[in-house]
């Protein structure tokens, strides 16, 4: 059975960091590059950052989060993480992690979903 899990969110004061963690079972993960999103009421669907399959030689960010936020993965974990560093009210979301067979070039049209953690930036 597939199992596609983010963990990690929570309540953060402006300026401080989380690490969310994607972790996954019942498929090869290796081979899916792994994008996270996130969701804010009244705002677009965006893509945050996505790293390429195998070893990840592959990172985007999203404008918004460029030098604030790393992604990495960990393959003999079947995990992914979110460092996200400096913080801002607007971070706050749902954040979703998802794999994509064919890479990181779609911004919208991902496999597998994971169910979401919630991220909130206030003081």
């Known amino acids: 059975q597939l199992q596609f899990v983010e963990s990690g969110g929570g309540l953060v004061q402006p300026g401080g960091s989380l690490r969310l963690s994607c972790s996954a079972s019942?498929?090869?993960?290796?081979?899916?590059?792994i994008g996270w999103f996130r969701q804010a009421p009244g705002k677009e669907h965006e893509r945050v950052s996505c790293?390429?399959?195998?070893?990840?030689?592959?990172?985007d960010y999203a404008d918004s989060v460029q030098g604030r936020f790393t992604i990495s993965r960990d393959n003999d974990k079947n995990t992914v993480y979110l460092q996200m560093n400096s913080l801002k009210p607007e971070d706050t979301a749902v954040y979703y992690c998802?794999?994509?067979?064919?890479?990181?070039?779609?911004?919208?049209?991902?496999?597998?979903w994971g169910q979401g953690t919630q991220v909130t930036v206030s003081s």
């Open positions: 790293i390429s399959s195998f070893a990840g030689r592959t990172k």
């Open positions: 019942g498929f090869t993960f290796d081979y899916y590059a």
């Open positions: 998802a794999a994509d067979r064919a890479g990181c070039s779609s911004l919208h049209d991902y496999d597998y």
